[in-house]
């Protein structure tokens, strides 16, 4: 007897809004016999842009019209895996949460041997740097301006560690740089 259940992760909690992120699905034939299995994959929230088989699994995958694979074969007792790349289409304002769930078409699935699972993982902006720059509202010829930039992270993401953040300003006709500081 066939007895299949399907499993999925992205091993994420979090997800930011423009992200991709890779899910792994597997496939688990639990009975004594050889099953032909056909598995889709879903989301409204993000684009399937890579299916990838990880262990060389037979089957025929595509991501249009519907993400997914057909006539799998997963020997009795045995499972497939295969990676899924996704690119996250929703937006913060709109949703704080997005969801991609597999269903495999199959026997005997049970509450403990599921044949559809979902991955839900908060949704978050990602760094978004602003800024701002400021000046004395007079100078004088011949003395030293300053102006100080401030630079702000209004997203959710921190910035990664050594993230290069580089700052460009045009100088006014008649104002030479000097020097700068961190």
């Not at 699905?25 to 993000?46: E, F």
């Not at 992270?153 to 290069?164: E, Y």
Request: aromatic fraction near 4%.
């Amino acid at each position: 007897i066939v007895s299949l259940a399907v499993a999925k992760t992205n091993g994420v909690e979090q997800l930011a809004e423009g992200a991709t992120t890779t899910y792994t699905v597997t496939l688990i034939n639990g009975g004594g016999a050889v099953a032909g299995v056909n598995w889709t994959d879903t989301s409204a929230d993000m684009n399937i842009t890579a299916i990838t088989s990880l262990d060389g699994t037979s089957g025929t995958c595509a991501i249009t019209p519907t993400a997914g694979c057909q006539n799998v074969s997963i020997a009795a007792n045995s499972s497939a895996r295969y990676s899924v790349t996704a690119e996250i289409t929703a937006l913060v304002s709109n949703k704080s949460t997005v969801t991609n769930t597999v269903s495999v078409n199959g026997a005997n699935c049970t509450a403990a041997a599921p044949c559809t699972v979902a991955d839900t993982d908060k949704l978050v902006t990602a760094t978004h740097f602003t800024v701002a720059k400021t000046a004395p509202a007079v100078v004088l010829t011949g003395q030293a301006l300053t102006y100080t930039f401030t630079i702000s992270n209004s997203g959710q993401m921190p910035s990664d560690a050594g993230q290069l953040i580089t700052v460009a300003d045009t100088l006014p006709t008649g104002v030479s740089f000097i020097s700068a500081t961190p």
